[in-house]
């Protein structure tokens, strides 16, 4: 049961009879007049029940990107049906004018639309879907919520992906597929093929020259083939918000503009999203679909209040990988938690595999080492300055055990770790 | 994309029974409550006589109420008649009944007491010295000594006779010589006594000079019962005249029109047709489409918290020494960097290396770098200062 303004203006229609008959008994009888009408009006309005409703949601859509709710309402009573219908959706999905007005004849339907603005990555439930069906003299209505159930997933944002194409031309140089003939300084031998003037001397292929009336240089490629394996740390300290966004976030762009580009140079990408026990995992999943794939593992990653367990981490990496290969460690590179969690451990990642930790750089440290306004100003900057040195410390430490460390701000930590797998790739490090 | 093709949804799986029994699982407890707390108030505030704490009130229990008096009296089938203003006492004096003046603490004006005279009625008047003066021509004075013991009628009016005794604090001068005084006092005169009975062109007029007798504290001593109840029990209708400070004696008998006297009657009834208003408005409002939907919040932790904390650390501490190490350290390093020099250099390479950058001498160097460690707020700045000054003349070296 619920009102309309309408109920409000007949209430108010009694004020001219109360003043012809200044009685209490006015009062109570327009009180109960308004009461009649409403119960009638109420009555006489199609049952909000008897409403065949079916939602459609695409099963995922990237975060910032519109999404539709759609909203089939078909009107299965014998009444018509004139209804406010609300498509209820949490904040955050970014529901625009979720209410409609509908106005069904018997047996009719149709479609509401809503669309949805997601801002939050993950899953969002839809909440129920309440229809107001008022009655014909439209003062009172019947309201029921119903149980829908649809769930939409907020997949994450992947703006690194503008970084892609020159990461891949970048590939190709590597490849020596570009265009341009620049050979890269691959590792692994690709074929044999005549000297021309410019070659590297040095990759002269005497021995098949010999055999040859022609001079013959050998050509290389990348290596092919590796194992990547990404590693989200989903701990507390991946929940440390840099420039208003988590860290999880940066993070979570990095090991995808990793993996678009691990994958498009043929090496196996697998994802493992870690803190105490395994949040995601992505494996065996290769070609076009471990993009996607990727996006839904990642796409519920949320920060967990609890501290990594590094020990854990390491166990699970030696479970899964029995070759060499590329591990990179998203996490962040906070000295008291690296010391006390990553440290101890590290070895046994180095001793078989490439490492790389990746970590979100805070640009505000460098804006409070700056700073010398007042003296509590200089305290700020002094200590300030004190983590900063403590991080360059820890970042040299791991160094010294073979670990890549690769520190930048939120935006530029995605590019950054491709130019590294880059690097270690022509390197013939992986 | 493609889209799920979930079934139709009809209703929330609830019937008008269901609803309604819904509705009375979740409103029986507060309708039991409330029906609960209605049926307490009533047991409690129904059987409960009104009272009050007034002295010489009919209806006041307190020590020096006469609530005691009242109820004899109307167990006796003599109805009581309380008033506090003249004019209703006027219109309540009926001819042939009693009317009691109980004090005369509140009376300021003769008006308040003058129209007695006129009524065909029996007067009682009790510890009120300018009406028993005005109307029946005695005197009143107080005296404080013969409360302790009980006096004796001295006298032949029924009333005091039937007593026998009395205590009773104030005594009463008769002026004239028809009046018949009793219950004297070892050291009074002989027109001296507690209570006095005159007739005044006509209308009997009983004087008690003192209010103790009927009270509730003191109607149990020695005879005071029996003089007060043969007192006041005269007649079928006694009119308890307590006279209040608020009654002007005007004809009208209010204290004037009020704020609801002023208002055309139609505002009232205006008011609650308003009120329905704004109920159906409230209810109006009120009704949500459907619920607020939650979801939960993620945390917020800045990152520099941690930081701004540790800054926050060495003020409070005042380590001026801890603060001046990283600002140096931090300096150092930047400095060693640019000139290409490892992080691992000892410091006198690095304070020549520095020196012959910037052309400054190498103790001054020195100084700035592995100095003794600031002592106050001031000297940490002018440090932090002076080494972005020398970080900045190796930048541009």
Same mark, same amino acid.
């Given at each position: ?54 939602? *459609?949601?695409?099963?995922?859509? !990237? ?13 299965? #009573? ?31 339907? !149709? ?12 899953? #969002? ?95 290389? *490629? ?70 996607? #794939?990727? #996006? ?21 990496? *030696? ?32 001793? !078989? ?78 | ?46 059987? =409960? &006589? ?27 089938? %003599? ?57 029946? +021509? ?14 004796? &009628? ?7 006779? /039937? ?57 149990? =001593? ?43 009657? %139609? ?28 979801? &939960?919040?993620? %945390?917020?932790?800045?990152?520099? =918290? ?22 140096? /350290? +931090? ?25 012959? /950058? ?34 900045? =003349?190796?930048?541009?070296?």
């Amino acid at each position: 049961m619920a009102l309309t303004w309408r109920a409000a203006v007949l209430a108010a229609l009694g004020i001219p009879a109360v003043l012809v008959v200044p009685v209490p008994g006015t009062v109570l009888l327009w009180a109960l007049v308004v009461l009649v009408v409403c119960a009638v009006d109420a009555a006489l309005a199609a049952s909000p029940r008897e409403v065949a409703v079916v939602r *459609r949601v695409p099963p995922s859509v !990237r975060l910032g990107e519109p999404a539709t709710s759609d909203l089939e309402v078909t009107n299965v #009573a014998s009444r018509r049906l004139r209804a406010l219908v609300r498509d209820a959706w949490p904040p955050s999905s970014g529901a625009v004018a979720p209410r409609h007005e509908v106005d069904l004849p018997p047996g009719d339907g !149709r479609r509401l639309r809503t669309v949805l603005v997601p801002t939050r990555r993950g899953d #969002a439930h839809a909440d129920r879907v309440t229809i107001r069906s008022i009655g014909p003299l439209g003062v009172a209505a019947r309201q029921a919520s119903l149980e829908v159930p649809a769930r939409l997933r907020v997949l994450p944002e992947f703006a690194s992906r503008r970084h892609l194409p020159s990461r891949l031309a970048r590939l190709r140089e590597l490849d020596g597929r570009a265009a341009v003939q620049v050979r890269g300084a691959g590792t692994e031998f690709d074929s044999l093929r005549e000297y021309v003037i410019g070659d590297d001397v040095r990759s002269i292929d005497w021995r098949a020259s010999a055999r040859r009336s022609d001079v013959v240089v050998r050509t290389w *490629r990348p290596e092919r083939d590796r194992r990547v394996l990404v590693v989200l740390d989903t701990g507390r300290t991946s929940a440390v918000r840099v420039l208003d966004a988590p860290r999880i976030d940066a993070s979570i762009e990095a090991a995808l503009l990793l993996a678009a580009l691990a994958t498009r140079a043929g090496d196996r990408v697998e994802l493992l999203a870690y803190d105490r026990r395994v949040r995601a995992r992505v494996a065996g999943t290769g070609g076009p679909r471990l993009m996607p #794939a990727l #996006a839904d593992a990642l796409a519920t990653a949320h920060p967990e209040l609890i501290e990594t367990d590094w020990a854990g981490v390491v166990s699970q990496v *030696r479970e899964r990988l029995s070759q060499r290969a590329l591990v990179v460690l998203l996490t962040a590179l906070d000295p008291a938690v690296v010391e006390q969690g990553l440290l101890p451990v590290v070895d046994q990642l180095t001793s !078989r595999h490439q490492v790389v930790l990746a970590s979100v750089a805070d640009p505000e440290l460098h804006e409070l080492s700056q700073q010398r306004g007042s003296a509590a100003e200089v305290f700020d900057a002094a200590a300030a300055e004190r983590v900063g040195l403590e991080r360059a410390a820890v970042a040299v430490r791991l160094r010294q055990r073979g670990v890549e460390v690769v520190e930048a701000l939120p935006d530029d930590l995605a590019p950054r770790l491709a130019d590294t797998y880059l690097a270690l790739k022509a390197a013939g490090r992986l | 994309m493609t889209t799920t093709a979930p079934a139709p949804v009809v209703g929330d799986g609830t019937t008008a029974r269901s609803r309604a029994t819904g509705r009375w699982r979740r409103w029986r407890g507060p309708i039991a409550i409330l029906s609960l707390l209605c049926v307490v108030g009533l047991l409690a505030a129904l059987p =409960e &006589p009104r009272t009050s704490s007034v002295p010489l009130a009919p209806d006041s229990t307190a020590a020096t109420g006469a609530r005691a008096v009242a109820q004899i009296l109307e167990e006796q089938g %003599v109805q009581v008649t309380f008033v506090r203003r003249a004019s209703a006492a006027r219109a309540a004096a009926t001819p042939g009944s009693t009317v009691l003046l109980a004090g005369d603490r509140n009376i300021f004006d003769q008006s308040q007491f003058d129209f007695l005279a006129d009524l065909d009625a029996d007067l009682v008047l009790v510890d009120a010295s300018w009406p028993a003066s005005e109307l029946a +021509g005695v005197d009143s004075s107080w005296s404080d000594v013969a409360t302790s013991a009980a006096l004796e &009628p001295g006298c032949d009016d029924p009333d005091a006779t /039937a007593a026998g005794s009395l205590r009773a604090s104030g005594r009463v001068l008769a002026s004239s010589p028809d009046t018949v005084v009793c219950f004297r006092g070892p050291g009074d005169a002989a027109d001296q006594g507690a209570y006095t009975v005159r007739t005044v062109e006509g209308q009997r007029v009983a004087v008690l000079a003192d209010a103790a007798p009927l009270m509730n504290a003191h109607l149990a =001593e020695a005879g005071n019962a029996a003089l007060v109840l043969r007192m006041l029990g005269r007649h079928d209708h006694l009119v308890w005249y307590l006279p209040s400070p608020y009654d002007t004696g005007s004809d009208e008998g209010e204290a004037g029109p009020g704020l609801g006297d002023l208002v055309p009657p %139609v505002v009232g009834v205006l008011g609650l047709q308003l009120l329905l208003v704004v109920v159906v408005v409230a209810f109006w409002r009120g009704r949500r489409l459907g619920r607020l939907v939650t979801e &939960p919040m993620p %945390v917020v932790v800045p990152a520099a =918290e941690a930081t701004r904390g540790r800054g926050r650390l060495y003020r409070r501490s005042r380590s001026y020494g801890h603060a001046a190490a990283a600002l140096r /350290a +931090g300096a150092a390093s930047r400095c060693a960097r640019r000139l290409g020099l490892p992080g691992s250099t000892p410091a006198p390479q690095l304070i020549d290396a520095v020196a012959l /950058a910037t052309g400054r001498r190498n103790p001054d160097v020195a100084a700035l770098f592995y100095g003794p460690p600031p002592t106050d707020d001031s000297a940490l700045a002018r440090l932090a200062r002076d080494l972005d000054d020398i970080e900045s =003349e190796v930048q541009s070296s």
